[in-house]
C-alpha cells in the first residue's frame, strides 16, 4: 500500500468548554484511516462525538491535539473534496429539486451550464429523475433525502461522510436508498473514492461497511474494529452476517460506557458508576416491560440481545439503555451479547406492585449513587428539602447542562416511582413530603 490514504486521523482529541470553566473531553486519541474503496462505519451510541467527530474531518471544527491529514495533506478549515450527508436535509423550500442541487455547486464558480449539467445528472443517478421541478413539500422523505445525496454528490468529492442518514427514513424508504445507494457504489458509478458512515444501526454498518470502528462514550475512543468480508449484496438471514452482528452486539455491550467509567473497569461482572455518570432516560415502565419480557416463556430469564431487539422490534438506541440501566440496578447482567436476570430481576417480575416498588428503591439506593445521594441530602436537612439546582449544579461539573438535566430527570422519575422521595415539578423541589 504505497498510496496515501483518502484520509488519516492521528491521535485526535477534542474538548469542549464547560460552563464551569474546566473542560469536557469528547473525543481522545482517534486514529483511523479511509482508503481508497473503501466504506468505513463509526458505530457508537448517541453522544459519544460520532458527529463531533465527522465536522473535525470536513474541518468545520478544530481538534485540541491531533492532525487530520485528506491525501496526504494537513486540514486546517473546511475541506473541498469532502462532502455530507445528515439525517435529514434542510432543503430550501422556495427552491426546486434542481435548484437545491445547483447550490452545491454555486459556490464552485463554474460556468452555468455546466452546473446545470451536472446537476442533472446527479439528480438522475439518484433515482430523481422527472422531479427536477418539484418542490420539497410535493416530496416524500425519502425523495427529501435522495436530494440530500444529489446535493453532496453534484461537488464530486473524493469521500463522502454520511452522518445517520438512513435513520429518519422509515425501515422500507431506509432499505430501497441503501440498497440503491450500493449499487451505484459498487458499479463504480458514483463520483467518490471513499465513504466514511456513522450510524448507530448495527444492522446497517454489517450491510453497507467494509470495515466498522466501534466507539466508546465518555469519551468517545476506538475500542474495537471489525472488518467485514462478506460479498455484496449482503442477506440479513446469512449465518456470516447474524456473526458479525453478534459479534458487533459483544463488542458493544462489553465497554458500556468507555472505560474511565467507574473503578472496577469493563473486566469487572458490573461496571460501577459515579455521581458523575451520564445518565438515560429510561421509564419504569421500560424498565419493568424488558424484566417481564425476559422473564416470560419465551426467554426463561436469559435472552440473546439481537434476538431480543429483533422481537420487540427495537433499534440499538433503544435497547441499550434500558438493558443497561436493569444492568447498573443488579436487575439484569449483560455477558457476551446476552441479558440475564437476576435473582432480584427474577423477584421482581412476579411480585405485586408494592412489593415491586420496595425492591426498585432498595435496588436504586444501593447501585446508583446520585439517587442514593439526593436520598442523603434531604435526610440531613432539618427542612427535608432541596432545590433542583443544588444537584444540577453538581453535575454540571462533570457534563453539559443538557446531560445533566437529562441525568437528573432519569433519577426523578425512578426516585419517584420507587418512592424514596418526592420532586414538585412547579416549585422544582425534592422532598421527602408523603413521597
Ligand atoms: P454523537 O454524534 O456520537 O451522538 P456528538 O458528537 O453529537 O455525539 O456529541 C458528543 C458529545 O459532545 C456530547 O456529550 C455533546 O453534548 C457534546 N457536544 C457536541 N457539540 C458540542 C458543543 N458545540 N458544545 C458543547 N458540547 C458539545
Ligand atoms: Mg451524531
Known sequence: ?????????????????????????????????????EIVGLLGRSGSGKSTLLRLIAGLATPAAGAVSYMGRPVSGPAAG?????????????????????IGLEALGLPRDEI?????????????????SAYPRELSGGMRQRVGFARALVVHPNILMLDESFSALDVLTAETLRTDFLDLWSEGQL???GVLMVTHNIEEAVSMCDRVLIFSTNPGRIVGEIGIDLPQPRDRHDPGFRDLVERIYVEMTARPGGETRGSGGRHERFPGIGIGSILPRVSTNLLSGLIETLAGGAYGGRADLPEIASDLHMEVDDLFP??????????????????????AGAKFATAETDARKRLFA????????????????????ASHQAPKSRFLDELEDH???????????????????????AYDDHTATFSLENP
Open 1 to 37: 500500500m504505497d498510496q496515501a490514504p483518502l484520509l488519516d486521523v492521528r491521535e485526535l482529541r477534542k474538548t469542549f468548554p464547560r460552563p464551569d470553566g474546566g473542560e469536557l473531553l469528547v473525543l481522545d486519541g482517534i486514529n483511523l484511516s479511509l482508503r481508497e474503496g
Open 82 to 102: 469532502i462532502a455530507m450527508v445528515f439525517q435529514s436535509f434542510a432543503l430550501f423550500p422556495w427552491l426546486t429539486v434542481l435548484q437545491n442541487v445547483q
Open 116 to 132: 446545470r449539467r451536472r446537476s442533472l445528472q446527479a439528480i438522475d443517478l439518484i433515482g430523481l429523475d422527472g422531479f427536477e
Open 191 to 193: 463520483p467518490i473514492k
Open 322 to 343: 434500558v438493558a443497561e440501566t436493569l444492568q447498573m440496578l443488579r436487575f439484569a447482567e449483560i455477558e457476551g451479547g446476552d441479558i440475564r436476570l437476576t435473582e
Open 362 to 381: 432498595q435496588q436504586l439506593l444501593t447501585y446508583e449513587p446520585l439517587a442514593a445521594h439526593v436520598r442523603r441530602v434531604l435526610d440531613e436537612r
Open 399 to 421: 457534563m453539559t447542562p443538557d446531560a445533566a438535566e437529562q441525568t437528573l430527570r432519569a433519577v426523578i422519575s425512578w426516585g419517584r416511582y420507587a418512592e424514596v422521595f
